[in-house]
């Protein structure tokens, strides 16, 4: 059984409020869980001094040791408090144009030079 460490979703339309879960990662996501670990409130403001994450981190610390894998949203706080490191992502590709986004492009280019050449 694949264990995540996950949000669930739970409050009301447009008011969201997750739980951080361990779940089996088959289960749907606002599903069946095995433990409740914390809770996430992203309304509430940065700035106001309440904590927008309340986890408890030695459940968290003892499901990940029993193998549960955190999606990538819970490892950034992990990482946050300092429980896990979490590996800074880069694809340099992903900025790149697609496959016929770069044949127009060289086409446009084709006909520029053309246009220079006899201009000239």
């Given at each position: ?6 949000l669930?979703?739970?409050g ?18 606002d599903?069946?869980?095995i433990?409740?670990i914390?809770?996430?409130?992203p ?15 030695e ?22 408090a300092g ?13 790149l144009?697609?496959k ?10 084709k ?10």
């Amino acid at each position: 059984m694949s264990l995540k460490i996950r949000l669930a979703r739970r409050g009301a339309k447009k008011r969201p409020f997750y739980a951080v879960v361990v779940a089996d990662s088959r289960s749907p996501r606002d599903g069946r869980f095995i433990e409740k670990i914390g809770v996430y409130d992203p309304m509430v403001a940065k700035d106001s001094g309440k904590p927008r994450w309340t986890v408890d981190l030695e459940a968290a610390k003892a499901w990940i040791a029993k193998g549960a894998q955190p999606t990538d949203r819970v490892l950034r706080h992990f990482a946050d408090a300092g429980v896990l490191t979490r590996e800074a992502r880069n694809n340099p590709t992903k900025a790149l144009p697609g496959k016929k986004a770069q044949e127009r492009a060289a086409e446009k280019a084709k006909k520029a030079e053309a246009a220079a050449a006899e201009a000239a």
